[in-house]
């Protein structure tokens, strides 16, 4: 079974910064990974992906201030997040996907103040 297992949520500052981390059980070269988060009463909604090979996508909402980016040795993919909002405050959940196949972590709680 494939495991993904998020790290690096807290809680942070307006205007700071947080490190997300997921760790893949398996190889992560032939998936496609990404970000999503979800507030409390909203729908999940996908903040950033990357594939083996491309450029990385964004939400608009976060665009210049999320990095995404993979290791495909260490098998992790990362989200470095800077100029955090109040409106970032959410459960961030890493996501893999292979052909008919999704993958979901447990989910890291992000929290921003103002």
């Known amino acids: 079974q494939v495991q993904l297992v998020e790290s690096g949520g807290g809680s942070v500052q307006a205007g700071g910064s947080l490190r997300l981390s997921c760790e893949v059980s398996?190889?992560?070269?032939?998936?496609?990974l990404g970000w999503y988060r979800q507030a409390p009463g909203k729908q999940r909604e996908l903040v950033a992906t990357?594939?083996?090979?491309?450029?990385?996508i964004y939400a608009e909402s976060v665009k210049g201030r999320f990095t995404i980016s993979r290791d495909n040795v260490k098998n992790t993919v990362n989200l470095q997040m800077n100029s955090l909002k109040p409106e970032d405050t959410a459960v961030y959940y890493c996501?893999?996907?292979?052909?008919?196949?999704?993958?979901w972590g447990q989910g890291t709680q992000v929290t921003v103040s103002s």
């Open positions: 990357k594939d083996r090979w491309g450029s990385p």
């Open positions: 398996e190889t992560i070269f032939r998936f496609n």
């Open positions: 996501h893999a996907h292979e052909g008919a196949y999704d993958y």
